[in-house]
């Protein structure tokens, strides 16, 4: 025989301005199977708590109905308190009456009816809730984080040090990623590789930590705590325990017009090669796109001048499965393809170049040693126009089809173009056209406007409408419009920069889809909770660092890379984990093994299994039938609403209690 | 195979070259062509406000001869391509101008129209539907030698998520086409830039400004010809052609002259 009390509260003025608290605990008296009602001030705390657990005992309370707000607010505090006197928390229901109804409503009359309706809802539900048990699984303690970017790296370090095993998987020959392409960093402007390439250093020689370089991702089963990871560990043809990469062989092949990636493609590379000098690990592969003897057969040099015989022509890719607690997605970004701009002549002109290949462009270790000339004549210019938002911020109805984000970084990094440039060669004419110029951060406003006052570089809000290679001059005509003086401007440059828009990297969305963890329509991974649980994807055991997430500079992106381990750190330090018994279960008596519930579910819990049932008339029967993982599954119904035979059903929000409350409701 | 065609006013008199010449090529290249009864001027430009429902009749009224006739409406004047093709999708995509537009039809008798005629340009009929691989196996007189460089103009390519006829920041429609006739396509800069258009009656000085680059990046390019589908942009470069010595033509006189129909079949039709 249930006994039910009813705990109604005031929320100090927010809900009783609007909602007659005391006609509701009156109202609850007359409610079948409701024992016991009050209304109190402040029902979340300590002494509105200790008011529940004494009535409970008082009573001898079967259920609770706390009449509050959203159970996305305080439903964990209050079974938190009915737990500690030994009650089943599920026991307790709480029916939301503040942001559902007196937020909601002006009069009085009115919200106190309403709040009347949803309190007898709860109390109808709370009529069926049975006790529930979350069950537990253990943790596999050892974390996977795919991208050795500087948000992989960071992430990977903060819980190698934690005293957990981790691994990177990387899809290039070295980690390091992006950052270790840039020249100098905004906005105090040190030097990239002086701050990442011992970051690198410091990851390959962590204890704990593994790198799978030139590697990826192929496949992911399990779930929180219990992940098993395919890594494919694409062919070197280059013996990694053998390689010292003295780079021998690197001198001596003679296949030697391979673009260069690592440089932009500004120069070229050979067939065999080591990304750059401070790759880790440094490790020699071949390029199977370009090397003479894997295409022809002929050749073999590297094998000849390898003096620890590392070659391996005959190399294949590996699979390797291991077994994983969490998992930290930090593919980080690529820049947009440009081609597309062709009113920019990217494609007609190399002195039309993207703000990477610029930066290669400055490098001490790019391809002109830093020495900034123009990629057609190796002259220095002397009039650069830098273009923003190329491909960012663009409207639906852009005939480009960009990205309507803010890529964030691009205002900065232009900035610091801008003044370095000034810095090798002050005569030089810059140009900055904008649509806004968006520098907040610390310090960053400062530096933007010592670029305008104190290195006059001229910045024009407005839009550049044409780029046209002049082949009388060797210039770019640059047609443009000065939208505050209402301007038409002609400028003769020798350069012109494209700050082209960021997007998530190619990678990112098929790794989504092994993870089934939820992304945007612009393929950013979606957090949790956009205020509350940043660096979690909805998918529990997947973590998020860096761009992958959203656009972000490198002090964002270290800051996120530390959050995401302490998330991991957080689940690895448990032996196991208690799960949330408000899972879907099937009945598979009920099941008709039409696959539906298995279609919806994003979480992919719910796998499909032929069973062996015995009939009554004593045969036996094979059988397709659901059935629900509970550690994966996260309770959203989706399954419960597809089903058509009614075999699938939510603990805790059965379809008996939902149709309970709607008859409360409607009836 | 046969088009309905909508000629467009200019095409009848200063534009005549562009009219002749298309309908003698396609002629000689077994294109039926019907020209629509009573066709009315296209109003020469888009109508941008939403609400301007009128003037976009005389569009609606060819495109809903060439849905009833089950006939591709063929247009060759840059201009009445734009004008047409963008009113077409309007009564394909917005709901507003097709209902009212459609008001105006019932008026007249007509069944609703929304958008199902398809409308193509000259351009894309040699293309798409002929082929430039046939068209090249039908050209008599091969333009060999000649430096042409296409102009594009910007109502041919633009708005190019309606226009759809190839990318409005660096097509090759017209370059591929003066290829197939035998001749040297120039690629140059300012080709699909604006040449001023009807601003030359208001201040005649920015057409000229704007024919002057379009014609120095043309030539410095290495052209020795420009040719157009538009009457205006035909008008305003010709005017300052001169001195550069660049010649202007409509492409369908290059085309005629390639095909070998130019003088005798031009003149009978």
């Known amino acids: 025989m249930q006994k039910i009390g009813v705990f109604v509260c005031w929320c100090g003025t927010n809900i009783a301005s609007t909602v007659d608290v005391k006609a509701v605990a009156e109202a609850a008296k007359s409610v079948p199977g409701v024992v016991f009602s009050t209304d109190y001030q402040y029902m979340c705390s300590e002494a509105g708590q200790n008011l529940i657990k004494d009535s409970v005992l008082t009573y001898g309370l079967t259920h609770v109905v706390v009449c509050s707000c959203s159970p996305r607010m305080h439903e964990a505090t209050f079974r938190k308190a009915v737990a500690s006197i030994g009650m089943n928390p599920y026991m307790l229901e709480v029916a939301n009456i503040r942001e559902q109804c007196s937020w909601v409503h002006k009069d009085k009359e009115v919200g106190t009816e309403k709040a009347i309706a949803l309190m007898k809802a709860a109390v109808a539900k709370a009529m069926l809730n049975t006790p529930l048990t979350a069950g537990s699984t253990p943790v596999t303690k050892r974390a996977l984080v795919i991208g050795g970017g500087i948000a992989g790296m960071q992430t990977a370090l903060d819980i190698a040090d934690a005293g957990f095993q981790v691994d990177i998987v990387e899809t290039k020959p070295t980690i390091g990623g992006k950052m270790a392409q840039l020249d100098k960093t905004f906005p105090t402007l040190d030097c990239s590789s002086c701050i990442v390439t011992p970051k690198m250093v410091e990851v390959g020689q962590h204890p704990n930590i593994t790198i799978y370089a030139y590697s990826e991702v192929t496949e992911v089963k399990g779930f929180v705590g219990q992940f098993t990871v395919t890594i494919k560990r694409k062919a070197r043809y280059v013996d990694e325990s053998k390689c010292t990469g003295c780079g021998a062989c690197i001198e001596k092949c003679p296949m030697k017009k391979v673009p260069d990636e690592w440089n932009m493609n500004l120069n070229n590379r050979k067939a065999i090669y080591i990304p750059f000098a401070q790759a880790v690990p440094k490790i020699a592969t071949i390029d199977p796109a370009y090397c003479l003897k894997l295409n022809t057969g002929k050749c073999g040099v590297c094998s000849k001048v390898c003096g620890t015989n590392a070659i391996n022509y005959e190399a294949k890719d590996e699979y390797l499965e291991v077994g994983y607690g969490a998992i930290v997605a930090a593919t980080g970004y690529e820049m947009i393809d440009v081609s597309k701009y062709d009113e920019y002549a990217y494609s007609n002109s190399p002195d039309v170049v993207t703000a990477l290949e610029y930066e290669r462009l400055m490098s001490a270790a790019g391809p002109t040693g830093g020495h900034l000339v123009r990629p057609s004549d190796g002259k220095e210019p002397k009039t650069i126009v830098f273009i923003q938002c190329v491909g960012s911020r663009e409207t639906e109805d852009s005939c480009h089809g960009g990205k309507p984000y803010c890529s964030k970084v691009c205002c900065m990094y232009t900035a610091k173009h801008a003044i370095l440039t000034k810095d090798h060669y002050p005569d030089t004419d810059i140009y900055v056209f904008y649509i806004d110029v968006r520098t907040p951060g610390k310090l960053f406003d400062e530096f933007y406007r010592r670029a305008v006052e104190q290195y006059n570089v001229h910045y024009i809000k407005g839009a550049v409408g044409k780029v046209t290679p002049n082949a009388e001059t060797g210039k770019l005509d640059v047609q443009a419009a000065d939208l505050l003086l209402m301007e038409q401007l002609q400028i003769e440059a020798d350069m012109v920069v494209l700050a082209a828009a960021l997007e998530p990297h190619r990678s990112a969305r098929p790794l989504a889809t092994m993870l089934t963890a939820p992304m945007d329509t612009n393929d950013f991974f979606t957090e949790a909770h956009a205020k509350l649980r940043p660096v979690e994807s909805a998918t529990a055991g997947i973590y998020l660092s860096g761009f992958c997430q959203g656009p972000k500079d490198i002090p964002e992106t270290v800051s996120q890379a530390g959050a995401a381990a302490a998330k991991v750190i957080g689940l690895l330090s448990k032996n196991e984990l208690v799960g949330n018994p408000c899972v879907a279960h099937s009945d598979e008596w009920m099941c008709n093994g039409c696959s539906q519930c298995e279609n919806v579910c994003p979480y992919g819990a719910i796998t499909y299994e032929e069973k062996e049932f015995r009939m009554p008339d004593r045969t036996t029967k094979i059988r397709r039938v659901a059935s629900v993982n509970p550690a994966v599954c996260q309770g959203c119904g989706a399954c419960t609403v597809t089903c058509p035979s009614g075999a699938m059903d939510l603990r805790g929000f059965t379809n008996q209690e939902i149709m309970a409350e709607v008859d409360a409701l409607c009836l | ?269």
């Open chain 2, 1 to 269: 195979m046969v088009y309905s065609y909508f000629p467009g006013c200019t095409l009848k008199n200063k534009a005549k070259e562009l009219d002749l010449c298309g309908r003698a090529a396609l002629k000689a290249l077994g294109i039926s062509l019907e020209e629509i009864p009573e066709w009315q001027c296209c109003g020469g430009v888009y109508p941008l406000s939403h609400d301007e429902i009128a003037i976009r009749l005389s569009s609606i009224r060819a495109l809903r001869y060439a849905k009833q006739h089950e006939q591709p409406l063929l247009t060759m004047c840059s201009a009445c391509h734009n004008v047409i093709k963008q009113v077409n999708h309007d009564m394909a995509s917005d709901e507003y101008i097709r209902t009212r537009a459609n008001a105006y039809m019932a008026q007249e008798g007509y069944e609703p129209y929304a958008g199902e005629a398809r409308v193509v340009h000259l351009l894309e009929l040699l293309r798409d539907d002929v082929g430039y691989d046939k068209l090249k196996e039908a050209v008599r007189k091969p333009l060999t030698g000649r430096k042409i460089g296409a102009y594009y103009g910007c109502l041919l390519l633009r708005p190019s998520n309606v226009m759809e006829m190839d990318n409005a920041e660096n097509p090759t429609i017209m370059e591929d086409l003066i290829r197939a006739l035998g001749a040297e396509a120039v690629v140059y800069a300012q080709r699909n830039e604006c040449c001023g258009g009807y601003l030359t009656l208001e201040d005649p000085q920015i057409p000229k400004q704007r024919a002057e680059v379009i014609l120095r990046n043309a030539k410095a390019s290495g052209a020795g010809m420009i040719v157009t589908a538009c009457p205006l942009c035909f008008y305003n470069l010709k005017r300052h052609a001169a001195e550069s010595g660049v010649e202007i033509r409509y492409l369908t006189e290059i085309l005629a002259e390639a095909l070998d129909v130019r003088g005798s079949e031009a003149e009978e039709v």
